[in-house]
């Protein structure tokens, strides 16, 4: 099957979606499971296929002569994990929203719309298709906040615009200057690599587009969009904000600002680590701190995608395949952590104040080891993906030149706070009495959970667990096509 | 034997762990746990035999992942240390597996324990053999992991609860510097493999400095901090005591013979690193501090598990101290076999007691034991001899080999090591008076346990008993240790503290009124040395202040994001207002000023939709970023 053909059915299944009768819920939910589990078998036939080096899958069209953009689509060893990410969190995204019943045509439309917006990023090989596919998915988010949200769902959703647009500002700025520095009339990635572009034009231009891309990806201090926006989001929204919206940033960082300004990636990599590092170490505390389990979780993303800015600040072989591997673990891992808090447990307690809840463990004792494996997960142990990457965060961290010695004691003092709050939060969650009074968590046991949720938790549980024991199936696939970054990086003079 | 034998000693409990893992009967969970840890038993004993007469070998098994161009190969090590280590943990563990299906017997989560065990088991044999830091490192987790949720096995207490969080978070700190250890000799040494044919970690020479402190060091170090934690030492002791909230076996099991152990086996087996290092006297003293702390506060307590678990924490202390007196790792890891027997069957003992006891873990509520539970008892006392290093138990020779080595290395340490036995007899003596002696001070008669808990206490103390004189010898010289001179002021510092504390403890409180006050537990000792109120005022209020800094923190970035949202609303308001509304209107006909009018009010509610607001940015971007990229090129 063609890697095209993820773009294609997520566009068809917001079509098909949107014109179906709003009443049909549950046709259309069978609809929308249908083309997500298609978009994923694609995106895994991909990864079977994917002869480990090169790009696969070109496609490369004329488009709009007069700039040199082109549609050219292909996918290589950095895209692929992603691709299979976005996969995965589309498919649970529609087995945890099972039950919804309100406006499920458009829902779903705007749904789908989303996804293929974040496959077309993943697929492109032009900047300006890039571009184009970046904004795409910007515009669905708003609606599925807007519309479907909860806590203050208009200023989250206006605040997640704004700063998404906010960055794509800087970004298109960045792009221009590429473009009019490179002076070839193209943005085709092959092309523009190829380009040399000043050493000046670097320093300036790179840090445009890496903190355009990084707004999305939660850096610090452009990261407050993040857990109110995760929390205002509808279950299904906020798994592919988490799991994949936040990777696109980071995509875009790895992709553009680094993989094509070497010597300006050089400079301004010491800045990035320290701000990955303030990411990780913050975003636990802050996590810590927070009583509306959505929010822990949400401040969880914004400490684990520091690993992933530390892996590309540390510009090493090691640290860029960790930063990849991190983007796909915390994509699975947190977009369960959101499926259940969100929808698993929400559902059932109508609440989401810690202090509410009355130990859960004896009242709904699966849903809290899953969760509690989910949270294993999340803590980086061993055997699980989070572990792996942030190994290999870490190592590249420790050999790289530009990251300092200390900022790896930090980054590991990070992890240590991460397993804190997590033991806290799930201590307060699951093994704690109520605390305050006249909540809605009555007591007896809770429904057990639904088909379609354990079938949810089980792929992606399955998938962390899977990379986290075979980590080569997927580093082995990177190692080429982060190679020529590095390559690039090192001649870079 | 073959690379996948070896492995099948760690994957059979492995298995088990999974079988069990959706069980729900009790009995058949026990089944499956205890037949894989019997194989494994048998598999251990055979690679015993192998590695007693045959050289040490290592066995790869799967390269992992490749890093950076650098395979990361899983491989296994066979050698006297690992085969000793594992057949020590298979059989203890085989005994408290049988002994748990009698303790356990009436919980309805029988078989989630089980699988809990059996999950420890694996990651511990996997410590155990591992030849790659790597591995040896996720055993470390999962091990952990198995002791979090075997210490809060019983999460309907909040106490036990919030000790496997504890516990988790303070070995977690430890496992920090293990983690940063191996991060530091991947780099240096370019490989995580310990042995490997004179290219692994501990047969290359790291040379070269990291921040002016040779490599080594600063590797062994970090180790050390792993050990620490793992081992608890002081100051990183704290969560062992609490992990007793757990079922007795776990205490035994865990927290008495095995995982606390495995910090002292860390630095047994990563010892050229040590030694290369020079940091081997820091050890010893970290050991003979956390020795005598532990033992002073051992005194004070009135938990029979919690005074059990102050003198795990002694003795793992003085495991340290043999280890960084000697020249080999044996000393240290002889004492490490013997105290796995007796200590495992002193909890197990305590366990029975308290069993017998409708679960009462006070002393004070004892008393009369010894008539009324014939067979722990005089088990019990077996295990209390060997605690005691009464001459000629298995706890003396290993004991007597430690002050032995301490002797000739550090003469203010070795006095220190000597008092801390002194307290140990004391204590010790204590404890048995109050729970054996006099009469039942309970509100419920005691009565002895079944077979399948007595039997493995008997058989426990035939090994606390014998194990010494019969294998000490041959143990040592297999682990590498070097024959030394025995001086006489040793063997009769050894014999003295040990009577001599006895006789302390006897004269003090034989024939006292048991119900008063006792003489022995000051305040300070009762309190623990108010290590936890120390950490609460320091550590913890770090913690908080770090955590409130970063939500104030939050708060002001939130603050002047909203700022720049107000101030970007007021320049369109500005805009549509005055520009639109003011001079527009001024200069147009009414009517159509009027309609200019409401389009900028109307633009005014706009200004919180989307699509201007991105086209306005859009326009500006563009334009700013031509005028930018012209200067730039011109």
Known sequence: MHALLTLILSFAGALACGLMPAGRARQIRWVALAFASLGLLTALHCALRYGGSGVADEVDWPWIPSLGARLAFGYDGISLPLLLVTGLVAVCGVLFTWELKERANEFYAYYFALVGGVYGVFLSRDLFLLFVFYEIAVVPKYFLIAIWGGTRKDYAAMKLVLYSFAGSALVLLGLLGLYFGANASTFTLQELSQASLSAPLQYVVFPLLFVGFAVLAGMWPFHTWAPTGHVAAPTAASMLLAGVVMKLGAYGCLRVAIGLLPLGAKVWAPWVAALAVVNIVYGALVALRQTDFKFVIGYSSVSHMGFVLLGLATLTQTGLTGAVLQMFSHGVIGALLFALVGAVIYSRTHTRQLEEFHLLIARMPVIAWVFILAGLASMGLPGFSGFAAELHVLMGAWQSPWVSAGLVVLAGAGVVATFGYTLVKIHEAFFRPRVASGSSDKEGLYEPMTAAEIAGCALLLGSSLLVGLFPSLLTDKMQASLKLIVDRLNEAR | ?634
């Open chain 2, 1 to 634: 034997m073959s690379a996948s034998t070896l492995a099948l000693i760690p994957c059979l409990p492995l298995l088990a762990a999974l079988c069990t893992a959706g069980m729900r009967n009790g009995r058949r969970a026990a089944a499956v746990a205890i037949g894989a840890l019997a194989m494994s038993a048998l598999l251990a004993l055979w690679a015993l035999s192998q590695a007693w007469t045959g050289d040490a070998q290592v066995f790869p098994l799967a390269d992992w992942l490749s890093v950076g161009g650098t395979r990361i190969t899983f491989s296994l090590r066979l050698d006297a240390l690992s085969a000793l280590m594992a057949s020590m943990v298979t059989f203890v563990g085989l005994l408290i597996f049988i002994f748990s299906t009698g303790y356990m017997a009436h919980d309805p989560r029988c078989a989630r324990f089980f699988c809990y065990l059996s999950l420890f088991a694996a990651g511990m044999l996997g410590l155990v053999l591992s030849n790659n830091l790597l591995l040896l490192f996720m055993s470390w987790e999962i091990v952990g992991l198995a002791s979090y949720l075997l210490i809060g096995f019983w999460f309907h207490k909040p106490s036990a609860a919030a000790a496997g969080k504890k516990a988790f978070i303070v070995t977690r700190l430890g496992d920090l510097g293990l983690l940063l250890g191996l991060l530091v000799a991947f780099t240096q040494t370019g490989t995580l493999e310990l042995y490997a044919g004179g290219a692994g970690l501990l047969e290359k020479d790291p040379g070269t400095l990291v921040w002016g402190v040779g490599a080594a060091k600063l590797v062994s170090l970090l180790l050390f901090v792993g050990a620490a934690g793992k081992s608890g030492q002081v100051p990183l002791h704290v969560w062992l005591p609490d992990a007793m909230e757990g079922p007795t076996p776990v205490s035994a099991l865990i927290h008495a013979a095995t995982m606390v152990a495995a910090g002292v086996f860390l630095v047994a087996r990563t010892f050229p690193l040590f030694e290369a290092g020079g940091t081997l006297p820091l050890v010893a003293w970290t050991g003979g501090v956390t020795a005598l702390i532990a033992a002073l506060i051992a005194l004070g307590q009135f938990d029979i598990k919690r005074i059990l678990a102050y003198s795990t924490v002694s003795q793992l202390g003085l495991m340290m101290v043999g280890l960084g007196a000697a020249t080999t790792g044996a000393i240290g890891m002889y004492h490490l076999f013997t105290h796995a027997y007796f200590k495992a069957l002193l909890f197990l003992g305590a366990g029975s007691i308290s069993h017998g006891c409708h679960h009462e873990q006070d002393i004070r509520k004892m008393g009369g034991i010894a008539r009324a539970m014939p067979v722990t008892t005089a088990a019990y006392l077996c295990g209390a001899l060997a605690l005691v290093a009464f001459p000629y138990t298995s706890g003396y020779f290993s004991k007597d080999a430690v002050l032995v080595a301490v002797y000739g290395a550090d003469r203010p340490l070795f006095y220190l090591c000597a008092f801390s036995s002194l307290l140990t007899a004391l204590y010790v003596t204590r404890q048995c008076v109050y729970v054996f002696a006099g009469a039942h001070r309970g509100a419920h008669a005691p009565h002895e346990s079944p077979a399948v808990m007595t039997v493995p206490l008997v058989i426990l103390a035939v090994f606390a008993l014998g194990m010494g004189g019969l294998f000490g010898g041959a143990l040592q010289a297999k682990l590498g240790a070097i024959h030394a001179a025995h001086p006489f002021p040793v063997i009769a510092t050894s014999w003295a503290v040990a009577l001599g504390g006895m006789l302390l403890g006897w004269v003090i409180y034989s024939g006292r009124d048991l119900r008063a006050p006792d003489p022995l537990a000051l305040v300070p000792l009762q309190r623990k040395l108010w290590f936890d109120e120390l950490y609460a005022a320091t550590a913890g209020r770090l913690w908080s202040g770090l955590t409130a800094l970063a939500v104030l923190l939050q708060e002001m970035v939130a603050a002047l994001a909203e700022l720049v949202q107000e101030l970007a609303q007021a320049t369109g308001q500005f805009f549509s207002r005055s520009v639109d509304g003011r001079l527009i209107d001024q200069l147009a006909v009414d009517g159509l000023a009027r309609r200019f009018h409401e389009g900028g009010r109307a633009a005014v509610r706009f200004q919180s939709g989307f699509l201007p607001g991105y086209l306005r940015w859009v326009v500006l971007g563009t334009l700013l970023g031509g005028l930018f990229v012209h200067w730039l090129l011109t």
